[in-house]
């Protein structure tokens, strides 16, 4: 947990302590099961980084547009980035939506033993899903899952009017980021700067709005 706080300070987040436990205990199962399972391809030491930092870092930037009743994170693999989302967003329910049941059987196992009580995980892919589920969510997320025009059209059906789809990225094109896709409008477009133990990245932060065409 040492780990998490130093990296958490270097990158100026604030967690409850009750936050930072829970997130300590869900990374410390992600390293242990992955060296059995290939949950992730992040090397063991930027793991808290990956999985941690960089979801609390977006969720802040997010956070200045919105507080979510209820978020759907599409593509969310072992919980990136949904997991350390509910934890700023404590008030939120959040839905980790992956195909994959192996990961997701994982998953769950991962946060009831870390006893996270804000996240439901979904096994499916995000096409198949049912209609029940649409234009109900305040903010829809992803992280890198495709092009950010294939996360929109996947994420617009499910996002309320006025809600929220966004996505972090590690490279794009600024010229080529398109300012409307289907009912959303690009909202913001900003860079945050990670700090790692021996280098610093910077991460693309798209925010969508869901709005009505008349």
């Not at 936050?19 to 290939?38: A, D, F, Q």
């Not at 096409?127 to 025009?149: A, H, P, Q, W, Y």
Request: proline share 3%; aromatic share 10%; net charge positive.
């Amino acid at each position: 947990m040492e780990e998490l706080i130093s990296a958490f300070h270097k990158n100026d987040i604030t967690l409850k302590k009750e936050s930072i436990e829970k997130l300590s205990e869900y990374l410390s199962l992600l390293i242990k099961w992955n060296k059995v399972h290939s949950l992730t391809s992040v090397h063991q030491r930027d793991v808290p980084y990956v999985f941690g930092v960089e979801p609390l870092l977006f969720a802040k930037e997010l956070s200045k547009f919105v507080y979510p009743k209820r978020c759907m994170d599409i593509g969310t693999g072992f919980g990136n980035p949904g997991v350390a989302m509910s934890l700023l967003f404590e008030r939120s329910e959040f839905f980790l939506v992956d195909s994959s049941s192996k990961k997701t059987a994982l998953l769950r196992s991962a946060l009831d033993m870390a006893f996270f009580k804000n996240v439901e995980v979904i096994t499916s892919r995000v096409e198949k899903m049912g209609e029940g589920l649409n234009e109900t969510f305040d903010l829809v997320v992803s992280r890198g899952v495709g092009t950010v025009e294939k996360i929109a059209s996947y994420a617009a059906r499910f996002v309320k009017s006025n809600g929220f789809v966004a996505t972090i990225k590690a490279k794009v094109d600024k010229e080529e980021i398109p300012q409307t896709i289907e009912s959303l409008d690009l909202k913001s477009m900003v860079s945050i700067n990670v700090a790692y133990p021996t280098k610093n990245v910077r991460r693309c932060v798209l925010i969508y709005e869901k709005v009505e065409r008349t």
